[in-house]
């Protein structure tokens, strides 16, 4: 019997249909620092993939629920700062980004705090961080 091989997109797709995007929600919501930090690299991967994309972006409600959870995260970085959490919230708002219903509801319910020079400056040694983030507020609309 051969092996089955299995590929990050096969995952991808495969978390897309089990509840793991919603345990993921819940404990970006409620979790400790570093369980945040996992469930949001796990997002951003699946985001990373069309499907996972989709998925997540099927109807307003679920853009509006994503947008929601990462904005409370971001204010939670305010009390708690951490550069690791910040980039992968950047990396996930910026993938969203890319499917227009998703950008109109991140356009209602994005955080000031992410155009904010002062709470930004933790990025100023994490360059890649800060094109993301510029390239970011270009597609949500608010640099030019």
């Not at 978390?15 to 930090?37: H, N, Q, V, Y």
């Not at 998703?102 to 705090?113: G, I, S, T, V, Y």
Request: a positive charge; proline letters at 4%.
């Amino acid at each position: 019997v051969l092996p089955v091989t299995v590929t990050y997109p096969h995952v991808r797709y495969l978390l897309c249909g089990t509840e793991c995007i919603l345990l993921c929600w819940r404990t970006m919501e409620l979790g400790a620092a570093l369980s945040k930090t996992v469930a949001s690299f796990i997002v951003q991967k699946i985001l990373s993939d069309e499907v996972g994309l989709s998925d997540i972006c099927a109807t307003a409600e679920r853009c509006y629920a994503v947008g929601t959870v990462l904005g409370g995260m971001v204010t939670m970085l305010a009390e708690q700062p951490s550069v690791r959490l910040l980039k992968h919230i950047i990396r996930c708002y910026l993938r969203l980004s890319d499917n227009p219903r998703a950008r109109e509801c991140l356009r209602q319910c994005f955080p000031d705090q992410l155009r904010d020079p002062n709470f930004t400056t933790c990025l100023k040694d994490d360059i890649a961080t800060q094109k993301w983030l510029v390239q970011l507020l270009m597609q949500l609309g608010y640099t030019s």
